[in-house]
């Protein structure tokens, strides 16, 4: 995930490259904090049906669903590294690379209607706050002192 090796990147003092589209544009993605995705994916269990069969035999429609999970509010990747920055309280160094042809989509936006529908799926937690709430799990879990950060 980006924000981790972001992070990562930003404490040891090296440089994060960052991509943009054709024109400059800056890439967008639907970053979606843990808890909420735990929170779909207990959603998803409590209102599957029941196993059919056993042993290989069937015995009626399969009951597993595929459900498209996220936070529905596209962030520009700037916007998150800057972000980062007043959490960690380190300024990034950046490098800004033109993605590649043949590489990652501009956009990404995650289409939860039918979490929605099916088990009223509906995320919480924005990016300021999953950010705060990561950037304090990662210097505790790795062992940073805030004087070491700031």
Same mark, same amino acid.
């Given at each position: 995930m980006a924000y981790f090796s972001f992070t990562r990147n930003i404490l040891q003092?090296? %440089? @994060? %490259? @960052? $991509? /943009?589209? =054709?024109? =400059?544009a800056d890439l967008a993605r639907d970053f979606t904090y843990i808890d909420d995705i735990v929170k779909g994916c207990l959603g998803s269990l409590d209102t599957s049906g029941r196993s059919t069969g056993s042993g290989g035999k069937k015995r009626g429609p399969a &009951? $597993?669903?595929?459900?498209?999970?996220?936070? %529905? %509010? &596209?962030? =520009?990747?700037?916007?998150?590294?800057?972000i980062l920055e007043k959490h960690l309280?380190?300024?990034?160094? /950046? =490098?800004?690379?033109?993605? &590649?042809?043949?590489?990652d989509v501009p956009y990404t936006h995650a289409n939860i209607s039918l979490a929605r529908r099916e088990f009223g799926y509906k995320p919480t937690t924005d990016l300021q706050t999953g950010l705060k709430k990561f950037v304090r799990w $990662?210097?505790?879990y790795y062992g940073y002192n805030r004087k070491d950060v700031w």
């Open positions: 003092g090296k %440089t @994060i %490259t @960052i $991509y /943009r589209g =054709k024109n =400059k &009951p $597993y669903r595929n459900f498209n999970l996220g936070n %529905t %509010t &596209p962030v =520009k990747v700037p916007t998150l590294v800057n309280r380190v300024k990034a160094k /950046r =490098k800004i690379v033109e993605m &590649p042809g043949n590489g $990662y210097l505790s």
